[in-house]
């Protein structure tokens, strides 16, 4: 049997004790007093026997309690012999997780932790464990476990180096977070015996520049493995840095119908400076094919600036804005790229005046103002002029405001089953057009062309009616599906026209009024739409054109019902490209060539920051690929932030464990699995039972007879 704390057992002196306090008893047991001896002066007595011990039996008890209690404090247990072997127990379970996020390019901080690595694997012994992960935005698996229990150990120390030296730093952001628990479970998923790998230390190296950009929200609703020590080796640079970000142009923060204030083509860019930075005096300058003046820019340590960066002159887009006076110059760059603007035509049917505030003409000019993005050129024919679509540039929206023939209908007709848009503003009359939009023909009725119609009604309105439902889901409606944007209680309309459902196949009304009428309606044709507004935006009709719900809701008709998804212009780095239809390849800042799939909807190889271009059939199309904000926080971390978040550190180096301390920790796993102490305490209490009815039974005085007192 062995102890876990041997000291307690020196609580067993404490038998010694009662002994003392039999063998330096002085008096007599007991006194009987005479009264003829009042008057004489007391002496003690004479002790003949100084050494005679006196009711033995409850002082045995007393001890047997006092040894069982001191046994108990010092954690009895009983050695197993599998636990005599420590050359399996001294065996530690290594990870080296190394940094390759981007923050690593600065300075000769790589050169650092590919030394510090190298260090952790010369330092493993031949009886480790040992895996080698590699992480940024995610973690790589470069030497696991069960690859290394099948190498030699020089093998292994030779691959394990080898692996290393073969890394460099991405672009990628710093996931630590998650890198920490992966590494955390390629420890725990280890195929071996569950007690073997209770008792095997197990280690996570760190090797990364801890900066404050690495993300950690993983580790929120992580629960850290309690006999996992995480041992941070800390990398650090001896520079400063500062770095560039763009920001959306104020128009771009305005909801739709609103206009920013800023309408000049200057872009906003934030710059932002080390605490520890010696430097606060910078300037931005366009790459070298689109220069322009250089931009002086004045950011204190530990601060940040947004300033105003206008485009070069000459009409030049410029493809990069750079950061120049910072030593680091690894996040000093910010890729642009700008469309071209597109060009667009509007075409109105009608019979309205451009300066006629009482038209349908005057307030959709007005809508369609030029954006970066588009150019709109509204065209406006009178509704029985012959109408000729270019089948190579067709218009982006057909609005027709008055009736027109069956040769006009035909065309439209053709011009909508083609991928067109056609937006009939209904009157109230009985509409021919919109029964030949809706595929009825002219029909001969004894010898006369009987021209197909639908019944469209003025709606007997008291007062005025606003749009009850609204389906948000619909790509016209879209851009108002925001809870800041979706009300349309302040639009009033004064008029409107009724038109039954089922007038038009296989429509769907896509808004109602309040009574719930139909208000838009659209129906498919061909590959594209036949959309109808039974209410008028004129000031007599009601107050669309005059809300700022109208200049989106025209905009939101020029994106045809077949339009992929928009396509970003600017994304960060290892997000995907979402690929316009119709793209055949992307090229990549270093020049490479990625053919696409056809049909294929994303591109996920944006893997450095750049400008990347999308093969279209309409042209080349650019997207800028830049650096995560996050990296170029590269202020040091705290290691207690790890400690908070439940990771245990280790409290220094450790090159392996020695035996004392192994032997102690598997001492404690023996006694806590045993727990023999509690029996011993249990003992201990019925020793003292015994003892107290056996000193209570002792101490009872015996009765004086009365022949003896006489």
């Known amino acids: 049997m062995s102890f876990l704390t041997p000291l307690y057992i020196l609580g067993a002196l404490t038998i010694a004790a009662p002994l003392i306090f039999h063998l330096i008893r002085r008096t007599t047991k007991g006194e009987t007093p005479f009264s003829s001896l009042i008057f004489l002066t007391p002496s003690p007595p004479r002790l003949t026997r100084r050494s005679r011990l006196e009711n ?31 050359g399996a127990v001294e065996r530690t379970r290594i990870v080296l997780l190394l940094d390759v996020s981007a923050s690593m390019k600065r300075g000769d901080l790589w050169t650092k932790a590919k030394a510090k690595a190298l260090d952790v694997i010369a330092s493993a012994r031949p009886e480790d464990q040992l895996a080698v992960l590699a992480f940024d935005a995610s973690t790589r698996t470069l030497l696991g476990f069960e690859e290394s229990v099948n190498l030699d150990p020089s093998r292994r120390r030779a691959v394990a180096t080898a692996l290393v030296e073969g890394l460099s730093p991405t672009w990628d952001a710093t996931h630590l977070g998650q890198a920490l628990i992966d590494a955390s479970g390629a420890i725990e998923n280890v195929g071996d015996k569950a007690r073997e790998s209770s008792r095997t230390p197990r280690r996570i190296v760190l090797v990364s520049d801890m900066q404050q950009g690495g993300r950690l929200e993983a580790l929120g609703d992580f629960e850290w493995p309690a006999d996992v020590e995480l041992d941070v080796r800390a990398v650090a640079d001896d520079g400063s840095n500062a770095s560039i970000e763009g920001l959306p142009p104020a128009d771009a923060e305005a909801g739709p119908g609103e206009s920013g204030a800023d309408k000049s083509d200057a872009l906003r860019i934030r710059v932002s400076n080390d605490p520890d930075s010696k430097r606060e005096s910078f300037t931005l300058n366009w790459d070298d094919d689109a220069r322009g003046a250089p931009i002086p820019v004045y950011v204190p340590p530990g601060e940040s600036r947004v300033v105003r960066a206008p485009r070069p002159p000459g009409g030049s887009r410029g493809r990069s804005l750079r950061l120049e006076g910072d030593t680091r110059d690894f996040d000093n760059t910010l890729y642009l790229a700008t469309r071209s603007e597109e060009a667009a035509t509007v075409l109105f049917l009608g019979g309205d005046a451009p300066d006629d505030p009482d038209g349908l003409l005057y307030y959709l000019v007005r809508a369609f103002e030029a954006s970066p993005r588009r150019t709109v050129k509204v065209e406006a024919r009178a509704p029985t002029e012959p109408l000729t679509i270019d089948a190579e540039h067709p218009p982006a929206l057909v609005v027709l405001g008055a009736e027109t023939d069956a040769v006009n209908a035909a065309v439209l007709s053709k011009f909508a089953d083609d991928g067109g848009t056609v937006l009939v503003v209904a009157a109230a009359r009985t509409s021919g057009t919109l029964a030949r939009l809706n595929g009825a023909r002219d029909r001969v009725i004894e010898g006369t062309v009987a021209a197909p119609v639908i019944d469209v009604q003025d709606a007997a309105v008291r007062g005025d009616v606003m749009l009850g439902e609204i389906a948000f889901d619909h790509p016209l409606f879209a851009p108002f599906a925001g809870p800041q944007f979706n009300d349309f209680t302040k639009i009033r309309f004064w008029k409107y026209r009724k038109l039954a459902t089922n007038a038009l196949d296989s429509a769907r009304v896509i808004a109602r009024f309040e009574n719930r009428d139909p208000a838009v309606i659209e129906k498919p044709m061909g590959k594209g739409r036949l959309i109808v507004f039974l209410s008028g935006w004129t000031p007599a009709d009601g107050q669309l054109a005059r809300s700022s719900k109208f200049a989106p809701l025209t905009w939101a008709l020029l994106d045809g019902p077949n339009t992929g998804p928009e396509t970003l212009t600017s994304v960060l780095v290892r997000e995907p490209l979402t690929l316009p239809a119709g793209a055949t390849a992307v090229h990549k800042p270093d020049a490479t060539i990625v053919k696409l799939a056809p ?10 920051p750049g400008v990347y271009t999308i093969d279209l059939k309409e042209g080349p199309r650019p997207v800028a690929v830049n650096l995560d904000p996050m990296e170029s926080r590269t202020a040091p971390l705290a290691v207690e932030t790890l400690e908070q978040f439940g990771c245990r550190l280790a409290r220094g180096p450790r090159v392996a464990a020695d035996r004392e301390s192994v032997r102690q920790m598997r001492n404690a796993e023996l006694e806590g699995r045993q727990k023999l102490w509690r029996p011993v305490i249990l003992l201990a209490i019925a020793v003292l039972t015994v003892e107290t009815w056996l000193a209570g039974r002792l101490g009872r005085t015996r009765p004086v007879q009365e022949g003896a007192t006489a």
């Not at 049909?599 to 450095?608: L, Q, S, V």
Request: hydrophobic share 65%; no cysteine; aromatic share 10%.
């Open 599 to 608: 049909g294929a909807t994303t591109f996920g190889e944006t893997d450095a």
């Open 56 to 86: 033995w039996p409850l002082l045995l008890l007393r001890a047997l309690a006092l040894a069982l209690l001191a046994a108990a404090f010092a954690r009895p247990f009983l050695r197993e012999p599998a636990a005599v072997n420590l």
